[in-house]
């Protein structure tokens, strides 16, 4: 499955090196509202020409390559171990390429072995579909901005966070204050109301597959996105938390049933460095169109 | 923009207030989390370490080797600061920094410690790994990389204008205790 490993290894490279333009517009736009000559502006300045010489230079846009994340659709019968073995190699080659830095640490030991492979690295998701298509969409994730998702349990007492709706607004807000721009902001929220503690907060992260400028199918879902940009973005908290005006670049809110006894509301903040793409795959594994 | 090169006497550093943006050139070590771990356990820099009225950069770059085996750094943005907290102070006072580069801001103690011994914290663009490998000239040399892999070594850079934000000065202040306390009111009205 050379072919399989080729897209795969192509997949990396550009998300590493190539914001989607959903992001790299919404990106464009923070930049003309920052205030001219602050600091705020510099800084989105900055943002903007690393993402021209990423691009060109054809190198990682931030040197946290981030935890390398892939959700794979495949239809039933598809070969999962292959495409692990070939998903393994690719990372393996992108690290050697300098596409993904050596970002994997054994926990225990705290050796790094520079391969990027290890338990939990990567990561892949496989969702089986009745549709024959293939389909890979890859997440790098970077360290700083994980450290600052949180997640709450509701009620939360001393935020007056009961449980409804207005309870994971104020959550959710809670998380972008204590962010503040420790996580590369301007950021993009994930969320997930509900679930356990663990399929809440990937249910959180699997909200960055969506595009910026999509809106929610749910209605109260989409109101509660929209307030959130919209309140985060009056806080003053600006690019990198220098002060500013774009506090938040989006916020895509997803819901999981809960037990009777937990209510959990998961927050996951991404960077402005917000590196995910994606392609379907031909039936030798070749690329035939890329999503985002 | 206010240009800055090392070594640094304590009287520029002094100068230096919030929101400034300064462009350094000189010689700039790395160090991140193993590094100030492994210094306040009372580890002993390496030798040709020399952080007096230097600069220390939390960063884990990027960096390969080339045809000739050179190294060359591809990617080098900072990484988040306040990992350091519980060490930074230390590191300070014991090794005589002038400057500190990371992302995110520091605590009471790193404030403090920079008051004290004359010390700013430059905040770099996080994320902005490309900008910040195209001002970094040379890398002259590895420490440590034995013992702490790649992102965790030491690396020594030349570096030519790279920008960076003063966000907490000599004298006590912090931006980010200023847009934290700010924002918080802020955020009260709407909840």
Redesign the interface.
């Known amino acids: 499955m050379q072919s399989l490993q080729d897209s795969l290894l192509e997949l990396i490279r550009r998300t590493s090196a190539e914001i989607p333009d959903d992001v790299h517009n919404a990106i464009v736009e923070s930049l003309e509202r920052e205030k001219k000559g602050t600091i705020a502006e510099t800084a989105m300045k900055i943002i903007d020409q690393n993402i021209a010489l990423a691009k060109q230079k054809s190198q990682p846009i931030c040197q946290d390559t981030g935890s390398i994340i892939f959700y794979v659709d495949c239809p039933i019968g598809f070969d999962q171990l292959a495409f692990q073995d070939a998903a393994r190699e690719a990372v393996k080659l992108a690290t050697k390429k300098g596409f993904l830095r050596q970002n994997s640490v054994d926990s225990l030991s705290g050796k790094n072995d520079g391969t990027n492979l290890g338990p939990g690295s990567p990561t892949i998701h496989f969702h089986q579909n009745r549709s024959p298509e293939i389909s890979v969409r890859l997440v790098l994730k970077g360290g700083g901005c994980e450290n600052v998702g949180a997640q709450y349990s509701l009620p939360n007492e001393k935020l007056k966070a009961n449980r409804d709706l207005d309870g994971c607004r104020k959550v959710i807000l809670d998380a972008v204050l204590q962010a503040q721009g420790k996580g590369c902001g301007p950021g993009i929220l994930g969320v997930c109301i509900g679930g356990d503690r663990a399929t809440g907060y990937e249910h959180s992260k699997e909200q960055f597959l969506r595009k910026l400028d999509d809106r929610n199918d749910n209605a109260e879902l989409d109101k509660l996105e929209q307030d959130i940009i919209d309140t985060s973005n009056k806080l003053g908290i600006g690019p990198m938390g220098f002060g500013g005006k774009t506090t938040l670049l989006g916020a895509k809110i997803g819901v999981l049933n809960r037990l009777p006894a937990s209510f959990f509301v998961s927050v996951s903040y991404m960077c402005w460095a917000y590196r995910r793409h994606g392609v379907t795959l031909g039936p030798e594994g070749e690329i035939q169109k890329w999503l985002y | 923009m206010i240009k800055v090169r090392t070594p640094i006497p304590e009287v520029e550093i002094r100068k230096l207030k919030l929101?400034d943006?300064v462009s350094i050139s000189g010689t700039v070590f790395t160090g991140r989390d193993?590094v100030h771990k492994y210094l306040h356990e009372g580890g002993q820099l390496p030798a040709g370490v020399n952080l007096k009225d230097g600069i220390l950069y939390h960063?884990?770059?990027?960096v390969?080797k080339d045809e000739q085996g050179n190294w060359k750094c591809?990617?080098?943005?900072p990484?988040?600061s306040?990992r350091e907290e519980p060490y930074q102070w230390q590191v300070i006072r014991d090794f005589g920094l002038r400057g500190v580069i990371g992302?995110?801001?520091m605590g009471e103690k790193t404030l403090e410690a920079c008051k004290q011994h004359g010390c700013v914290y430059f905040?770099g663009?996080?994320?902005?790994?490309?900008?910040l490998?195209?001002c970094i000239k040379k890398v002259s040399n590895v420490y440590m990389m034995e013992q702490f892999?790649?992102?965790?070594a030491i690396w020594e850079f030349e570096v030519e204008n790279f920008?960076v934000?003063v966000?907490i000065d000599a004298h006590g202040n912090s931006?980010?205790k200023?847009?934290?306390a700010?924002?918080?009111a802020?955020?009260a009205k709407?909840?």
């Open positions: 929101g943006e193993a960063c884990g770059p990027v390969v591809v990617a080098a943005g990484t988040t306040i992302k995110g801001g905040h663009i996080g994320g902005a790994a490309q900008v490998a195209q892999g790649a992102p965790e920008p934000i966000t931006l980010h200023e847009v934290f700010a924002s918080q802020e955020l709407y909840v």
